[in-house]
Structures are given as C-alpha cells and as structure tokens.
T-cell receptor, first 112, second 113 residues
C-alpha cells in the first residue's frame, strides 16, 4: 500500500550539477505529473504523462526532462541545476476516469 | 488562457464557525474541478471532485463544494471548522481527460481556538 513514493526527501545541489528525482507508483495509474511548489505561487506543472511512452510539457518545463518508459516510474531530471530551481517538488498520479491525484510526500531541493 | 483563481490568500476563522473558500475558473467549457488540502510539510490530499451532475458535492472530513456555472465558481464549505482543519487549500481544474491539471495559488486557513 505504498501509493506514490518520491526519493530523495531532501537534496542539496551545487549550481551546475545534475540529478534525477525519482517517482514511483504502485497503483497502475495511467496519469503522472510533476509539480513544483514555491511560496505564494501554488503548484506549477513541470511535465506530465498520460501513459507509458507519452509525455508533455507543463507551465514551467525549462531546465527539466522527463521520460515514462514504464507505467510505474516517472523520473524528473534536472540537467544543470540553478538556484531558481530551489523548490519543493511533488509527483502525483491518477487513474483514467478518476483524475483525482494521489500525491507523493515531496522532495525538498536546495541549489546553492 | 485557462486559469484557476483563489481570491483569498489567507483566511482566519474561529473554531466552530462556518467556512467558505472561494475558487473561480476560466475555461472555455466546464472543466473537471477538485479541492485538495495540504497540511504543513505534507503532500496534498484530495477532498472532493466534481465532474458533472449534482452541483453540490460531498467530500471527506465534512467538506462540501458547490458548483455554480453562472459564476464559474466552485466554492468549498464546511459548517463547523475544527482546529485540525488549519492547512493550505488548493482548487484545481482539468479541461479534458488527456489534459493537464492546473492548480490555483492556494488559500491558507488559520483556526483560532
């Protein structure tokens, strides 16, 4: 009964480093999304996927890459970290026809 | 452009008082609508959703929401607030089944004992 699992929970990066935020769900959900949450700005969509092999850009995709090779996993890659990417990142998933998201517990990323 | 707005950044209510949080959407047609709650340091939890049909939707934790097409609104209500309801509340919308979910900026709720 894991739901949506995000790793790591906390991460500090230096400017220019790359890293991958992991997201896995065990509910066989078709839809998966990545959001970033910043104070006063709510949640902004980075990338989303409606099924394995299908991804699309959200509101703030620059500096991030995603792929969806399996239904379960939806990793988010930071190509070259910048201080502006300091944020809390949430992964979420839902099933087709339901659309109500199950959220992970988040990854708090600091770029110095 | 599609958007979800929540006019109130912060609301303070007394415990036991009624609550209404406002949400407005701007879409060409009626989207699917959602309310989520986020406790400090936690992820978001779905409270309720509206797809079609009855405009008054019941959710978890004693919350309900009313859809009003004429006002492009989907306001969240609770008759009697508990101290544990203090949290951030987000309204969200989805245009079609293969589209993206857009969130409003959130309303922070404080509860006075």
């Amino acid at each position: 009964n894991a739901g949506v699992t995000q790793t790591p929970k906390f991460q500090v990066l230096k400017t220019g480093q790359s890293m991958t935020l992991q997201c896995a769900q065990d509910m066989n959900h078709e839809y998966m999304s990545w959001y970033r949450q910043d104070p006063g700005m709510g949640l902004r969509l980075i990338h989303y996927s409606v099924g394995a092999g299908i991804t699309d850009q959200g509101e703030v995709p620059n500096g991030y890459n995603v792929s969806r090779s399996t239904t379960e996993d939806f990793p988010l890659r930071l190509l070259s970290a910048a201080p502006s990417q300091t944020s809390v990142y949430f992964c979420a998933s839902s099933s087709a026809g339901n659309y109500g998201y199950t959220f992970g517990s988040g990854t708090r990323l600091t770029v110095v | 452009a599609q958007s979800v707005t929540q006019p109130d950044i912060h609301i303070t209510v007394s415990e036991g008082a009624s609550l209404e949080l406002r949400c407005n959407y701007s879409y060409g047609a009626t989207p699917y609508l959602f309310w989520y709650v986020q406790s400090p340091g936690q992820g978001l939890q779905l409270l309720l959703k509206y797809f079609s049909g009855d405009t008054l939707v019941q959710g978890i934790k004693g919350f309900e929401a009313e859809f009003k097409r004429s006002q492009s609104s989907f306001n969240l209500r609770k008759p009697s607030v508990h101290w544990s309801d203090a949290a951030e509340y987000f309204c969200a919308a989805l245009k079609t089944s293969y589209d993206k979910v857009i969130f409003g900026p959130g309303t922070s709720l404080s509860v006075i004992p």
